[in-house]
């Protein structure tokens, strides 16, 4: 199936999302559209499955123009899509979701679990995806759960599969898997939309490359294209796609966790006896494919979640199970994984935002009163230092860009006398630009001698920024390795198999 | 296969929730404490002489009693001794072995102290049987209320599956019942009367989804404001209407229809089977929405709609107009409980649904979202409410207005404590919006 795109224009208010968007998707062909955040390619793709409709443009589909008035319709013209997050609810059987909006039914609207399971069954067989029909969807682990909502999208008889940022939750493995599996499909004649923000993966696996921004195409290349070509490309300047670390003395220990034990929210001990530490002068980055414990872990450091048994020690002082306000007073800088629920009050001003975790204290506040002039210069003085981008420090940290939302949380970290520097997912969803910035500030202080521990499920970026390596599965530490480390034995690590070479 | 994905499906997706082990040690405290209360309070808090009879035919039938129970005279005490001793020795298990079926367990105790209760309010001194108490009545009268907190929970549940959180079942209780009472009068047709209360519950139904679907309100504050706007209709109508004109709340009954055969059954007979047109139609509606929830592919997309309703929007599910469509039709069903109340309570008066909405919400939560569980526990609070209602007339030492206010505190303890953390469906009172 040939699917265009014709000069796709979609606009929220004054913002243009798309902006004349043409592209055209051969049979057979990986396409690959890649970009930043928010330039544009998550909208492009609600726009060509139904989702959102386009204020200017066409799609043609084998040179005829459709119209999708929802998503049903653009599943019906053979478009499937496998989300980023998947559409699957997590209770239901695997069979369920399949058929969920094409349900066999006989008498009396029964469901028919029968032809539901067989259906499964034999596209599992044509397309090499074994899933059990009858597993829970929920207790699947995630590459199974992709594996389904690709199922999905083929039994409606998909001819153009979107995969959106389908390797964000995936470990290195089940990316090989994955592009294995897009190859496969692309031989039976499916066309394939593969949206990324990864260059690597764009090269292994693409036919031709689109890259988008700010809503714009801006060219299209084969995957011959250099890394630093197409990272220019996306971002529009030249980028810096190493982050250089002079080597500095390591001192003490900073942050020390010991046989540490934390349940998550349905009672399970997902962290199950993490011993790590941290030194003053090194960062450490924790490696870890997403839902491993390392949430649950960093709420624990930052006094948000109870620790069942264990001791965490800040310099020594036993911080285990004290207030929040207890850990950030005694120098525990805490940039949380989701910076808008709990990183910032996005209704706020930046500059109360700015003064968060100190707004009692002198100069801040005094007698219970709260000193607005002492806040104010407060506000100027990190907006500059920080390079905060904000029309005033009285904006609400709501309108700023996630780049300059991070830049604010972590101004408001790193301006109070700290111990150690936490930062859970520091660069999630933020362009190449702020990556670069806060990448620097993170490097800037372990140059200076805090101990920094960085959370993060992009191995790229534990693989540029840590010292040492530490890799959790299941709530364990299943490693800790230099950063030099094969990218094939730091993906073995977090499918849980051990390596040799431990440091 | 079929029987792969039946009504346990929602329970079967949560293995991997553990039961946290010292919950269980805290029921199987509590059970031990129910143990001793009975032991000291209903056994040796009984005179060594007295007795208490136990009586199974019932009073009056409309078809008679076919059959003929002897009355049970027992010695209070060491009866009651023996009801507490079950209890204890079950509390004592639970603290060892912590089962699983903990809260089973509690719930046995429970209906030991329920019994030892009664046998002790109707205890006489002296040999002679003067007080009884009538198994078979407790039972019949408790249906009524039993019948309508299921009308209740079905509604809650249907809404809930869908995603909208139905704290106006209280609200359609009472339209209902002001729309029953007067059509009932007028007509003479308790059928007619359903088919109005049906429609006055759908419309309030449709009031709710048209502020929670479209208008994206607070599910919680606008349920509770329907519940008020309703009360202040019913009072409106009752000065303006129902007072000057009485014979428009006429108070009627419906007659009972005995199932043939079955009705004969001892105690179990009269009390499931010659019943009237209302609670035969809330036991076609436990089989109906539990058939159609997890049976049928409507139930498959509201579920869909209630769990994710963004995936179900992916593949071409009308988020919206399900949800709509599920909770008028959960308002149809509480409008039809709100007639079910009013043609076994008699005249319509404002306050008479007396709170039965927000327990009937409750007996949803108890029952885990599932029209089997809201069931069980209908008939729990259905029973506790009648019970105490009973105890206000015979001769207990505990003030009048402490025991209305029981079955609230059994609503309380178990919502809050006694079933701990159970999983709504996931996107439960939360709005959709296309983004």
Known sequence: MRVELKGITKRFGSFTANDQIDLVVEPGQIHCLLGENGAGKSTLMNVLFGLLRAEEGEILIDGTAVNFANSGDAVRHGIGMVHQHFMLVPVFTAAENVVLGFEPTRSFNRLDHKTANAQIHELSQKFGLEVDPDAVVENLSVGLQQRVEILKALSHDAELLILDEPTAVLTPQEIDALMEIMRSLARDGKSILFITHKLKEVRAVADVITVIRQGRVVDSVPPTESEGELASLMVGREVNLTVNKEVTPVGDVVLELRDVVVRDDRGLAVVNGVSLDVRAGEIVALAGVQGNGQTELAEAVAGLRRVESGTISLRGRDITNLSPREILDAGLGHVPEDRQRDGLVLSMSVADNLVLNTPRRAPFARRGTRNLTAVAANARDLVQRFDIRTSSIDATAGSLSGGNQQKVIVARELSRPLTCFMASQPTRGLDVGSIEYVHRQIVNQRNEGLGVFIISSELDEVVALGDRIAVMYAGKITGVVEPTTSREDIGLLMTGASVVDHV | ?435
């Open chain 2, 1 to 435: 296969m079929s029987a792969r994905v039946d009504v346990t499906t929602p329970e079967a997706a949560v293995p991997a929730v553990r039961e946290p082990v010292g919950r269980r040690r805290v029921i199987g405290a509590l059970t031990i404490a129910l143990g001793l209360f009975i032991i000291f309070v209903f056994g040796f808090g009984s005179a060594g002489g007295a007795h208490s009879v136990v009586v199974f035919n019932p009073i009056n039938l409309s078809s008679g009693a076919p059959w003929n129970l002897s009355n049970l005279t027992v010695l209070t005490r060491w009866w009651n001794v023996v009801l507490g001793l079950v209890a204890l020795a079950l509390g004592v298990e639970t603290w060892v072995r912590r089962p699983a079926g903990a809260l089973a367990r509690f719930g046995v105790g429970g209906v030991m102290f329920f019994l030892a209760l009664l046998l002790w309010s109707v205890r006489q001194p002296g040999p002679a049987p003067i007080g009884t108490i009538n198994i078979t009545s407790v039972l019949v009268n408790s249906s009524a209320v039993i019948m309508v907190l299921i009308f209740g929970s079905l509604s809650g549940v249907l809404c809930e599956r869908s995603g909208v959180v139905n704290i106006a079942i209280e609200g359609q209780f009472i339209g209902g019942a002001v729309a029953g009472a007067m059509v009932d009068s007028t007509t003479n047709s308790f059928w007619l009367a359903a088919l109005v209360g049906i429609i006055v519950g759908a419309l309030v139904g449709w009031l709710l989804a048209l502020l929670a679907v479209r208008y994206i309100a607070d599910q919680i504050i606008i349920g509770v404001v329907i519940v008020t706007l309703m009360g202040s209709i019913s009072s409106y109508l009752n000065i303006q209407v129902l007072a000057p004109y009485p014979n428009l709340n006429l108070g009627n009954q419906p007659s009972n229809v005995a199932i043939p055969l079955l009705y004969k059954i001892p105690v179990i007979g009269p009390t499931l089977f010659d019943e009237n047109m209302f609670f035969y139609a809330a036991v076609a509606l436990v089989a109906l929405t539990s058939f159609g929830l997890f049976r049928t592919r409507w139930g498959l997309r509201v579920r869909s709609v209630g769990e994710h309703p963004k995936a179900a929007e992916s593949v071409g599910i009308n988020v919206a107009r399900v949800r709509y469509s599920t909770v008028v039709l959960g308002g149809a069903v509480a409008g039809l409980g709100g007639v079910a109340f009013i043609a076994t309570q008699g005249q319509f008066q404002p306050g008479i649904t007396s709170g039965y909405g927000y327990i009937a919400l409750a007996a949803m939560i108890f029952g885990k979202w599932k029209p089997s569980g809201a069931v069980v526990a209908s008939i729990l609070f259905g029973v506790s409410a009648y019970l105490v209602q009973n105890l206000q007339n015979s001769n207990v030492p505990i003030s009048t207005e402490f025991l209305t206010m029981f079955p609230y505190l059994v609503t309380i303890a178990v919502v809050a404590g006694l079933i701990g953390r159970v999983r709504p469906p996931a996107a439960d009172g939360v709005p959709y919006q296309r983004d």
